[in-house]
């Protein structure tokens, strides 16, 4: 079971989290809401959760395929359902861009295998139908 404590530490709605192994991240609202942008989004905080899960995985799967990963970054956009409380991840978009000696068929199906099949957060924004798209750029 995972166990994580907040306490807030800065203003209304600034929030200090931590779990179990002692790692802190910062949460807050926007200033427009009564926040002072001490920390993250918590929905921004759950499309970070999809870049890092699906990272590990991508990393994972072709590692396994004794792939050279030189680096690896990924940009994410999301919009949000508007006019709607609780207002949801409606479109989400992926890029993954991989440097390295890659093949790049082999990156494409690493990350379709993430966001399809493994990457536990995609299946969460899924559940609350997010459409999901990504785009896999080799060596660009």
């Not at 899960?53 to 004794?66: E, N, P, T, Y």
């Not at 970054?73 to 861009?97: A, D, M, Y």
């Not at 379709?112 to 660009?140: F, P």
């Amino acid at each position: 079971m995972a166990r994580i404590e907040l306490r807030r530490v800065n203003g209304d709605f600034g929030f200090e989290a931590k779990d179990a192994d002692g790692h802190i991240v910062h949460t807050d609202s926007s200033p427009e809401s009564g926040g002072q942008n001490f920390g993250v989004r918590p929905m921004q905080m759950l499309l970070m959760g999809l870049g890092g899960c699906s990272g590990i995985d991508v990393v994972s799967i072709l590692k396994k395929q004794r792939q050279t990963i030189e680096d690896i970054s990924i940009t994410i956009e999301g919009e949000r359902e508007s006019g709607k409380e609780p207002s949801l991840w409606e479109n989400v978009h992926i890029v993954f861009r991989l440097k390295g000696d890659i093949d790049p068929d082999k990156a494409k199906r690493a990350c379709d295998l993430s966001m399809e099949k493994y990457c536990s957060v995609a299946a969460t924004l899924r559940a609350g139908n997010a459409q999901l798209t990504w785009e896999v750029r080799v060596n660009d």
